[in-house]
């Protein structure tokens, strides 16, 4: 695998509100399937992930305020991962 599959945990108030519960957001690369987070997840952080569930973001075109000009984004992957209870991904 050459591809970095998880990116980054998002912080986020409904991050931050699912952690409570064991869930964690991470964005992760578009192409990742759910066995290769799971198994990214288990190696980077060091815990035992019980399910995964993931989302994808559409990219498109988002204007500059106070300008005409437009950039567009990026289509994106985010992941809901359940960890075993009592284990914890940093955030940081």
Do not use: C
């Amino acid at each position: 695998m050459t591809k970095e599959t998880v990116r980054r945990v998002l912080i986020t108030e409904k991050g931050s509100r699912l952690s409570a519960e064991n869930r964690y957001v991470l964005e992760v690369a578009p192409d990742a399937r759910k066995p290769e987070i799971a198994q990214a997840v288990e190696k980077k952080f060091g815990v035992h992930v019980l399910a995964v569930r993931t989302v994808n973001q559409k990219g498109g075109l988002r204007y500059i305020r106070g300008t005409r000009r437009a950039i567009t984004e990026k289509t994106w992957k985010t992941a809901y991962v359940t960890v075993k209870a009592g284990e914890r991904i940093e955030q940081v």
